[in-house]
């Protein structure tokens, strides 16, 4: 009777293995994952959503001169004339849970839209090196956040603005993707200051400032400045994201003063096609609002990421106590 006993609670004694104990550090009213996915970069990905791979491409268009307020007319050199200039880097698209109304109030956007790049695509950095846990900081040469992020080692301000508001569109019921727009009112635009590497009036390379402007900068010198704007749509196999912004720019280290690069404007364009990280993202329900049925991590802390290819799979350390469990047991029952 014994040994049919420890039969019939042998499945239940299992799945208790496989399935372990929910994160303790979970809080279900925040949108942060349980921290209990071994291989899970939580840098990068420590909040409940849906999460794209590709690249952002970077288009600066529309070049001018800066007036310098001076009678005299100023003219590109001929290397800037009707260029356009295009670069990439690899990209992460978050389109995630927002924070409870405790922990950031003022954040009336539906969800959360971060985009991360990297020079290195995404490399992981283990703890053998030296400040590895700014490494990922460096890496990005460009941090697009609709909102100060939060993660759980640094919390965002619980007085935090959106730096851009955003409005998905109503559900129309055939099924469609969603779609977000957004644009920011800030005095100050919100994006980051980033460089490229373009065409100079002296160098056919040379590193240049960008630096984002809005309407709020009162930068008379350049006409038809806008805002800046965003466009989304995306469901559960991929998204489109798309900023634009007027900026100016200026060259850094130039010191030919006869072929001095004048200070341009023109217009930035980001653009992300990506598909969806199924090993990485939680369930995206459909219809408005946008809600997700959190998956990753949750009463399961079993799951293990192979961080290069991305697959999700039964981590190996819990296969093996779960057969070496099951042996002990057959072997105790049949013996």
Known sequence: MRRAATL??????LAAQALGKVDINDKPDDNY????????????YPWIGSYYNSSAIFTISDIK?????SDSELELCGQLQNITYTWSHPAILAITETRSEDEQPKNTNPIDVSLFTSYSNFTKYFSDYMDSGNMPEWDMPFVFESIEISRYSYPASTDAEPY?????????????????TGSSELADNPLENLQMNMSTCSRSE?????GPI??????DDIDSVTNPTLQLTFDD??????IQSWIVANTLGEEDEETETPSISGRLTIEFLGRIDAARSDVLNEGTPVTWTPSMGFGNNSLSLDYGSGALATAGVNIRQIWITLGAVLAYIFI
């Open 214 to 219: 809005s309407l709020a900068n009162g930068l």
């Open 65 to 69: 001169p800066r007036h310098d307020r």
């Open 164 to 180: 851009f508001n955003l409005t998905v569109a109503e559900d129309t019921g055939n099924g469609l993707p969603f779609r977000v």
């Open 237 to 242: 196999t991929s998204a489109s994201f798309s």
């Open 8 to 13: 019939l609670q042998l499945p239940l004694f």
């Open 206 to 210: 040379g590193w240049w400032g960008v």
């Open 33 to 44: 994952r349980p921290q209990n996915v071994t291989g899970l970069d939580y840098f990068y």
